[in-house]
C-alpha cells in the first residue's frame, strides 16, 4: 500500500557527514509531514527531525544547527543531510509519514525499515 525506502546509512567518522533520504510510493493522497526519528541500543525512539505539509521544521535540540530536514519538489522524498556528526549520533534512523490515502479521510503513520548510521570517535 505504502512503502518507505530509507539509504544513506553507513560508518563515518566523528566530524564527519551523512545524507539519508526516504522515498515514498503508494496510493498517496498527501502528506501531512514526513520526518526522521533514531533509537541507539537501549534507548526509546526519538524524533530528530519533522517537515510539515506547510513547509515548517522543528528539530531535536541535540541536532540543531547540524541537520538539516528537506525534500524534493515532487514532496515524495524526504532528506536528512547530517552534518558534524558525534558518537552519540550512532543508532538506527526511521523514516516516517504523516499521510492520507487515496478514498480515506484519516491520516495514517508509516515507518521505513531504518537505516544504520555509526559515527566512530
Known amino acids: 500500500q505504502v512503502q518507505l525506502v530509507e539509504s544513506g546509512g553507513g560508518l563515518v567518522e566523528a566530524g564527519g557527514s551523512l545524507r539519508l533520504s526516504c522515498a515514498a510510493s503508494?496510493?498517496?493522497?498527501?502528506?501531512?509531514?514526513m520526518g526522521w526519528y533514531r533509537q541507539a541500543p537501549g534507548k526509546q525512539r526519538e524524533l530528530v527531525a519533522a517537515?510539515?505539509?506547510?513547509?515548517?521544521?522543528n528539530y531535536a535540540d541535540s541536532v540543531k544547527g547540524r541537520f538539516t530536514i528537506s525534500r524534493d519538489n515532487a514532496k515524495t522524498t524526504v532528506y536528512l543531510e547530517m552534518n558534524s556528526l558525534k558518537p552519540e549520533d550512532t543508532a538506527v534512523y526511521y523514516c516516517?509519514?504523516?499521510?492520507?490515502?487515496?478514498?480515506?479521510?484519516?491520516?495514517?503513520?508509516?515507518w521505513g525499515q531504518g537505516t544504520q548510521v555509526t559515527v566512530s570517535s
Open positions: 516516517n509519514a504523516d499521510l492520507i490515502l487515496y478514498g480515506s479521510t484519516w491520516p495514517q503513520h508509516y
Open positions: 503508494g496510493s498517496i493522497s498527501r502528506f501531512n509531514a
Open positions: 517537515l510539515r505539509s506547510g513547509g515548517t521544521t
